[in-house]
């Protein structure tokens, strides 16, 4: 099975074998480059972008991603520019996660784009489906949040440390808590130094 037919299986939607050989020697080809790209921070202070860009599907302009730093496949993910993700970010890539153009992104955060059967003989199996994570630009995640699959973050909003995202949030949202729900809408400023007000 080649790399292409790979990525067709797990971005589908369908229910796929999690433990295949082919998926398990692509999730652990990532996690080697994942751990280089770590261990280039930690001991040198080089953040090596090169590696992460070989990983994913698309890195932008400025874009700055601290240490322990993980992700599944690599090959899903789009990254916008002057993007900030914080320390222990992880990414469970088995559908796309496209992250948008200033989006910042707090410690320990989780795009878990990943489900395993509900079904407990399909689990037992090793049966896994996937939908997109999708943060368009200028989201704000606060620390410790986790977003589920298939789930749409609008455009400028804000999501509250420490909560669980398992639906849509509108743009220009301030949302928070477990399950997250909206709170109110987003305060635009008059400040002239800021650049637009999308």
């Not at 770590?38 to 080089?46: A, G, I, L, Q, S």
Request: charged letters at 25%; proline letters at 4%.
């Amino acid at each position: 099975m080649n790399i292409e037919e790979i990525k067709k299986m797990i971005n589908s939607g369908d229910m796929y074998d999690d433990a295949g050989t082919d998926v398990s020697a692509l999730r652990a080809h990532t996690i080697s480059e994942c751990r280089k790209y770590n261990h280039k921070v930690n001991v040198n202070n080089d953040y090596d972008m090169s590696i992460l860009k070989e990983l994913f599907a698309e890195v932008g302009e400025n874009v700055y991603i601290e240490s322990n730093f993980r992700c599944e496949f690599g090959f899903n993910i789009s990254i916008g520019n002057d993007v900030y993700i914080n320390h222990d970010m992880i990414i469970l890539d088995c559908n796309e996660v496209k992250i948008g153009n200033d989006v910042y992104i707090g410690p320990r955060a989780g795009l878990y784009g990943a489900n395993h059967a509900e079904d407990p003989f399909e689990r037992a199996d090793k049966g896994v489906y996937s939908a997109p994570i999708i943060l368009e630009d200028k989201v704000w995640l606060g620390g410790d949040v986790k977003i589920t699959q298939g789930v749409t973050i609008g455009k400028n909003s804000i999501i509250g440390a420490g909560s669980v995202v398992t639906k849509d949030i509108p743009p220009n949202s301030i949302a928070a808590g477990v399950p997250c729900k909206v709170i109110r809408p987003v305060q635009f400023s008059d400040n002239p130094w800021r650049r637009s007000a999308e």
